[in-house]
C-alpha cells in the first residue's frame, strides 16, 4: 500500500515540476531574452589575458575612463585606508556645491581662529598656506590655499566658517558624500590629519575626482595651477603630474604615517581623459611613478569604441496594458566603452529594467540602463529610453497581461518553495 501511493506521487511531483519547468521558458520567452544582448562588432579574442597587462607596485590602485567611469585596472580598489591629504577633495566638493548653491561667494572673507593657525597654520609643522592668525581670508584664496599648496590651515578656516566647528563640518562630508554615491567614505576632520574616522578607498576617490571634474570643470581648473603665493610666500603644487606627463592637469597628493604616500591623478590625451588613484606606498617618488606609469599604461593600451550608436535599439521592454506588447530602446548618446587595442577584450550588453513598463507612456520616458560589461566587469552604465510612445491597450490585452503577471508571480513562488 506504502508502495503503491510512493508511485503515484512521484510521477505528480515529476510533474508539476516539468509543468514549472515549461512556464518558465513561456515566460522568459514572452519577457524578451533579446534583452541580453552580444556587442559582437566588438568582441574581441585571441589575445592572451596577461599580455598587455600591468604590474602594479601600490598596495591599492585604480584607473579609471573618466566619461563612463569604466575601470582599466584596480587592485585592493575596496580597501578602507587613511585618504589623508586626498581627503582634501571631499572638502574642496563640498564648498564648490555650497557655492553653486548659492549658499556662500568667492568674495566671502573668513576669519583664522587661533585654533586654526596652531593646528594648520605656520606652528603645526604640517602643509600650510601660512594664513596669518585673526586675519580675513576670501574663500577664493581659501580654495587655492588648500588645493595648490594644501594648506590644512585653510581647510580648518572653510570648516569653522561654514559648519562652526570641523567635527560638524566632517558630518556635512559624510552626508555630501552619500549624496553623491561613495557609500562607505567617513570623514573626521577637514583636512586629513591623521584621525581613526578618515577612512576612503581608492575606488572611492577615483569616482570623487570624477564627479569633481564633471560638476565643476570652472573649479577643477584649480588643481592644475602651478603655484600660488599667500602672506608673500610662494609655494608650486605638489601634484607631481604636472611636470611630468602630457596632459596632466590635477588632482592631489597626500601622506600620512598610517596611509602611507598617496595620489589622484588625472590627465587628457587625444581627447581620452584618464584618472588614477593610489595609496599606501612607501616614499613619494614611487608614488609619483607609480601613478604616471598606470597613466601612460592605460593612454598606450586603450581606446574608445562605440558599442551603440545615438538612438540606436539596443533591446526592447515588455508592456504591460498597452497596445502593444514591447517597446524598443535607446539611449540618447552613444553608448563609448574603453577596449584594449591588443584585442583582448570581449563586450556583452544587457539591458536591465524594472518591468513590465505600464502603459499608457511618452516617448523618451526613462525605462532602464544598459550595462556593458568588459569582461568580468561593468565597463559602462547608461540610460536608456523609450523610442516610441504606447497608448493604453484594449479590455482584452490588459487582461491577457495581468494572467500573465499573475503566472509569473505563482511562478516564482513555486520555484521559491522548490
Given at each position: 500500500m506504502g508502495?503503491?501511493?510512493l508511485?503515484?506521487?512521484?510521477?505528480?511531483?515529476t510533474t508539476r515540476?516539468?509543468?514549472r519547468?515549461?512556464?518558465?521558458?513561456?515566460?522568459?520567452?514572452?519577457l524578451g531574452?533579446?534583452?541580453v544582448?552580444?556587442?559582437?562588432?566588438?568582441s574581441?579574442?585571441?589575445?592572451?589575458?596577461?599580455?598587455?597587462?600591468?604590474e602594479?607596485?601600490?598596495?591599492t590602485a585604480i584607473?579609471?575612463?573618466?566619461?563612463?567611469?569604466?575601470?582599466?585596472?584596480?587592485?585592493?580598489a575596496?580597501e578602507?585606508?587613511a585618504?589623508s591629504s586626498?581627503m582634501k577633495?571631499?572638502?574642496?566638493?563640498?564648498?564648490?556645491h555650497?557655492i553653486?548653491?548659492g549658499?556662500?561667494?568667492?568674495t566671502?572673507?573668513y576669519h583664522v581662529?587661533?585654533?586654526?593657525?596652531?593646528?594648520?597654520g605656520?606652528p603645526?609643522?604640517t602643509?600650510?598656506?601660512?594664513?596669518?592668525?585673526?586675519?580675513k581670508?576670501p574663500?577664493?584664496d581659501?580654495?587655492h590655499g588648500a588645493?595648490?599648496?594644501s594648506?590644512?590651515d585653510?581647510?580648518?578656516?572653510?570648516?569653522?566658517?561654514?559648519?562652526g566647528?570641523e567635527r560638524?563640518f566632517?558630518?556635512m562630508m559624510?552626508?555630501?558624500?552619500?549624496?553623491?554615491?561613495?557609500?562607505?567614505?567617513?570623514f573626521?576632520?577637514?583636512?586629513?590629519?591623521?584621525?581613526?574616522g578618515?577612512?576612503?578607498t581608492v575606488?572611492e576617490?577615483?569616482?570623487l575626482a570624477?564627479?569633481?571634474?564633471?560638476?565643476?570643470p570652472?573649479f577643477?581648473?584649480?588643481f592644475?595651477?602651478?603655484?600660488f603665493?599667500?602672506?608673500?610666500?610662494?609655494q608650486?603644487?605638489?601634484n607631481?603630474?604636472l611636470?611630468?606627463?602630457?596632459?596632466?592637469?590635477?588632482l592631489k597628493?597626500g601622506?600620512t604615517?598610517e596611509?602611507g604616500?598617496g595620489?589622484?591623478?588625472?590627465?587628457?590625451?587625444n581627447?581620452?581623459?584618464?584618472i588614477v588613484?593610489?595609496n599606501?606606498?612607501?616614499?613619494?617618488?614611487?608614488?609619483?611613478?607609480?601613478a604616471k606609469?598606470?597613466?601612460?599604461?592605460?593612454f598606450?593600451?586603450?581606446e574608445?569604441?562605440t558599442?551603440f550608436?545615438?538612438?540606436e535599439?539596443?533591446?526592447?521592454a515588455?508592456?504591460?496594458?498597452g497596445?502593444?506588447?514591447s517597446?524598443?530602446?535607446?539611449?540618447?548618446e552613444?553608448?563609448k566603452?574603453m577596449?584594449?587595442?591588443?584585442?583582448?577584450?570581449k563586450?556583452?550588453a544587457r539591458?536591465?529594467?524594472n518591468?513590465p513598463v505600464?502603459?499608457?507612456?511618452?516617448a523618451?520616458?526613462?525605462?532602464?540602463?544598459?550595462?556593458?560589461?568588459?569582461?568580468?566587469?561593468?565597463?559602462?552604465?547608461t540610460?536608456?529610453y523609450?523610442?516610441d510612445?504606447?497608448?493604453r491597450g484594449s479590455t482584452?490585452?490588459?487582461?491577457?497581461d495581468g494572467?500573465?503577471?499573475?503566472?509569473?508571480?505563482?511562478f516564482?513562488?513555486?520555484?521559491?518553495?522548490?
Open positions: 508502495r503503491s501511493t508511485r503515484f506521487r512521484r510521477p505528480a511531483v515540476r516539468l509543468i519547468g515549461l512556464l518558465a521558458f513561456a515566460i522568459l520567452a514572452a531574452w533579446n534583452s544582448l552580444l556587442a559582437a562588432g566588438n574581441m579574442q585571441g589575445a592572451k589575458k596577461e599580455e598587455g597587462g600591468f602594479g607596485e601600490a598596495p584607473l579609471i575612463e573618466a566619461t563612463s567611469g569604466a575601470v582599466l585596472f584596480e587592485k585592493n575596496d578602507l585606508r585618504p586626498m577633495l571631499m572638502t574642496a566638493e563640498v564648498v564648490f555650497a553653486k548653491q549658499d556662500i561667494k568667492l566671502d572673507e581662529s587661533e585654533n586654526a593657525w596652531r593646528r594648520g605656520a603645526s609643522g602643509s600650510t598656506m601660512f594664513a596669518a592668525i585673526h586675519s581670508v574663500v577664493d581659501l580654495l588645493i595648490i599648496q594648506g590644512n585653510a581647510c580648518i578656516v572653510l570648516a569653522e566658517a561654514m559648519a566647528n560638524a566632517a558630518e559624510t552626508k555630501r558624500a552619500r549624496e553623491i554615491g561613495l557609500t562607505r567614505s567617513t573626521a576632520n577637514s583636512n586629513g590629519l591623521p584621525d581613526p578618515n577612512k576612503m575606488r576617490l577615483a569616482m570624477r564627479h569633481i571634474i564633471q560638476t565643476y570652472e577643477y581648473k584649480l592644475g595651477e602651478k603655484e603665493t599667500w602672506n608673500k610666500i610662494r608650486p603644487n605638489r607631481p603630474l611636470n611630468s606627463l602630457e596632459g596632466a592637469d590635477g597628493t601622506y604615517k596611509g604616500y595620489m589622484v591623478g588625472s590627465a587628457v590625451q581627447g581620452v581623459r584618464l588613484a593610489v599606501g606606498l612607501e616614499d613619494p617618488e614611487d608614488r609619483a611613478n607609480e606609469k598606470m597613466l601612460e599604461w592605460g598606450r593600451n586603450f574608445v569604441r558599442v550608436a545615438e538612438n535599439t539596443i533591446g526592447y515588455k508592456v504591460f496594458g497596445n502593444t506588447g517597446v524598443a530602446l535607446a539611449s540618447h552613444p553608448v566603452v577596449v584594449q587595442k591588443n584585442g583582448n577584450d563586450l556583452i539591458v536591465v529594467y518591468g505600464r502603459a499608457p507612456f511618452e523618451g520616458q526613462k525605462v532602464g540602463v544598459v550595462k556593458v560589461w568588459r569582461g568580468a566587469n561593468v565597463a559602462v552604465e540610460p536608456v523609450a523610442m510612445s504606447v497608448d482584452l490585452r490588459r487582461a491577457f494572467v500573465t503577471e499573475l503566472a509569473i508571480a505563482l516564482r513562488a513555486g520555484v521559491a518553495k522548490l
